[in-house]
């Protein structure tokens, strides 16, 4: 079993651009969260998906903006980036009936410059 | 709202030494309350969690935390310490209500002196 992975491992985009971060769960699992994490800081929920849709959301502006495809993969897509977006994302993944269950990915590393 | 806080942004303790490190919630359900590490560029891995059952949860690596209703606490031990065991250390806490959305505290940074 793979577990979350996530790709790309680093990126670096200039102010302004969109930026797109994926994940694949965890074999089983059909929930994903996504989860941004400042230098220092703990993580903070951006959004949660199930079947296909937003089920929550957390307080990110719309900038932030995501996607879950059939093979409960999902897409974490952030536009007009900011100094302040540079962060390191996680996805986390559960099932929907355990979800204290969630597995993390090893996060995608995002410099914003 | 639910929230968590870590006493302590760092600590440092001696190999074989007793580890200790505090988390305070506040919930307005009954929480569920976990336990996370993360070693340096990886991402967090699930050392143990409360979920309603037993109070004194053990978890990987020796690590063990107690729920504490009264004092509203979740603090995480480890009777000695281990250099492997350096790392950042954070709690989270979360509800039957909130389909798996956790809140995280500030983390706190273990470091173990040979």
């Known amino acids: 079993d793979a577990g979350v992975t996530q790709s790309p491992t680093h990126l670096i985009k200039t102010r302004g651009q969109q930026v797109t971060l994926r994940c694949s769960p965890k074999?089983?699992?059909?929930?994903v969260s996504w989860y941004q994490q400042a230098l220092g800081q703990g993580p903070q929920f951006i959004f949660q998906?199930?079947?296909?849709?937003?089920?929550q959301r957390g307080n990110f502006p719309d900038r932030f903006s995501g996607h879950q495809f059939p093979n409960y993969s999902s897409e974490l897509n952030v536009n007009a980036l900011l100094l302040g977006d540079s962060a390191l994302y996680l996805c986390a993944s559960s099932p929907r009936d355990s979800p204290t269950e969630a597995f993390f990915g090893q996060g995608t590393r995002l410099t914003v410059v | 709202a639910q929230s968590v806080t870590q006493l302590g942004s760092h600590v440092s303790v001696s190999e074989g030494a007793l580890v200790l490190l505090r988390c305070n919630y506040s919930s307005s359900v009954p929480p569920y309350l976990f336990w996370y590490v993360q070693y340096p560029n990886q991402g967090l891995q699930l050392l143990l969690k409360y979920t309603s059952a037993a109070t004194l949860v053990k978890g990987i690596n020796g690590f063990e935390a107690e729920f504490k209703k009264s004092e509203t606490s979740f603090h995480l031990t480890k009777p000695s310490a281990h250099m492997s065991d350096a790392a950042e250390y954070f709690c989270?806490?979360?509800?039957?209500?909130?389909?798996?959305?956790?809140?995280f505290g500030q983390g706190t940074e273990l470091s173990v002196k040979p």
């Open positions: 998906y199930y079947e296909e849709e937003e089920r």
């Open positions: 989270a806490v979360s509800d039957a209500n909130q389909g798996g959305k956790l809140i």
């Open positions: 074999s089983g699992h059909d929930t």
